[in-house]
């Protein structure tokens, strides 16, 4: 045989090998979702590529699964097929996590502890929608409610809507001194929502707030401030690529905020920008790499009543309760999260981690470039005891110490993953 020949043969070949394999392949003859006690399957068919008619491709189910798991809607999902004659039923085995949950929360550092109490739905008419609501004490009493619809009907829109009354005692640092405020703010928020696709929507909207600062005591150096009525116009931008299993998280995540702030009584303007990145990692079998970078500048106009504050419950563990205020913000959480313990009913997960951040001191103006910041650096040891029978519980409990002088440390306490 001629050697061109057999290059025609072999490239006939070639080009059939497809061909065969489409018509190898069966088509979608029905996708059920099984295990379903709540949520609605015409809602889980808004993330799946796999549909009825269209050719069955175990490569796309298993994209469909880690779609499925990442809706947090279940504490597992799997897939298997059925023939039927020349088609096959695809199946989606789901194990609904249970959607009504008490919010417990707590958590103390340094002789001041906090505790929330509330009831939370994140599966509300079985559609992914949240309600809920929660009490906190902390030295004050606070409260919220709100609601959250990611999808009107089948429409890519959606809203979230929240009322918030906020009570809390503030220490403000003005001339060196640090001086205890009562601060009350009520906050009444309406965001529309459009979702581009699953994991990537913006979000833009209104607020109305009133903020008072009430000064404890009769400091020399403290600022009277009027009750201030402000509106503001607020755009978030999430973008999240995140694969859950269980608790292991892998994937890159990034949220970005545009604040526009107008103090209607003064007619004051301010801006505040803030970004937020978070990567996790899977290492080995148990091992898991979590890093999260927050970047945040704002209009500085000198007040000592900045946005941006170092905290413990914030970004720095151990460091404190509102410990300062600054008109710009860098931090960088890292930890490591290592499981010691695995069983059926949870898990025990060893943690160590770093935080490290810079704010810079109000008063400083844009061209300060953080020359004039205050830094703050902790590290230190956790441990995470998380539930499989009930989603996304989470015991937390970390100590933080500052290497660079040992006498400042603290203890956090709380539920869900620190970030």
Not at 375 to 386: D, E, H, K, M, V
């Amino acid at each position: 045989m001629k050697r061109s020949n057999k290059l025609w043969i072999a490239l006939i070949f070639l080009l059939s090998v497809p061909i065969f394999q489409l018509y190898g392949q069966k088509n979608i003859l029905d996708v059920r979702f099984e295990g379903l006690k709540k949520t609605k399957p015409s809602y889980l068919n808004k993330f799946i590529q796999s549909s009825i008619k269209a050719p069955f491709d175990s490569l796309k189910a298993r994209e469909d699964v880690q779609k499925l798991r990442n809706l947090n809607l279940f504490l597992n999902v799997d897939y298997h097929t059925k023939d039927s004659l020349n088609s096959i039923i695809l199946i989606f085995q789901c194990e609904e996590a249970l959607s009504l949950l008490p919010m417990i929360n707590f958590g103390g550092v340094k002789e001041n502890f906090w505790f929330q109490v509330g009831a939370l739905e994140f599966n509300w008419q079985g559609r992914g929608k949240t309600v809920g609501g929660f009490y906190r004490y902390d030295q004050r009493h606070s409260f919220q409610i709100f609601q959250q619809t990611p999808y009107i009907n089948s429409s890519k829109w959606g809203y979230t809507l929240s009322f918030l009354k906020l009570s809390t005692i503030e220490p403000i640092y003005i001339n060196t001194s640090s001086i205890d405020y009562e601060y009350d703010n009520i906050t009444a928020e309406f965001l529309p929502r459009y979702t581009f696709k699953f994991g990537h929507h913006l979000q833009f909207g209104t607020a109305y707030i009133r903020e008072k600062y009430t000064p404890l005591g009769m400091s020399e150096d403290a600022i009277t401030v009027p009750i201030q009525n402000k509106m503001i116009l607020k755009t978030v931008y999430t973008w999240q690529n995140l694969d859950y299993f269980f608790h292991y998280i892998e994937g890159l995540s990034n949220e970005f905020f545009v604040e526009s702030v107008v103090n209607t009584s003064t007619t004051e303007f301010f801006w505040k920008i803030f970004n937020q990145t978070r990567y996790f990692k899977r290492i080995g079998k148990g091992g898991n790499l979590a890093l999260r970078l927050r970047l945040g500048i704002s209009k500085d106009n000198g007040s000592p009543f900045a946005p941006f504050v170092l905290d413990s419950y914030v970004n720095i563990r151990g460091a404190g309760n509102r410990v300062f205020r600054g008109s710009g913000e860098w931090t960088l959480n890292a930890e490591y999260r290592q499981t010691i313990l695995d069983k059926k009913i949870g898990t025990l997960q060893a943690v160590i981690f770093n935080d490290m951040g810079g704010w810079r001191i109000a008063g400083q103006g844009l061209d300060s470039e953080f020359e004039e910041f205050k830094s703050s650096i902790f590290s230190g040891l956790g441990l995470r005891l998380y539930s499989k029978k009930i989603y996304n519980l989470i015991m937390r409990i970390d100590y933080g110490l500052n290497p660079r002088n040992t006498t400042e440390n603290g203890f956090v306490i709380g539920l869900g993953q620190y970030f």
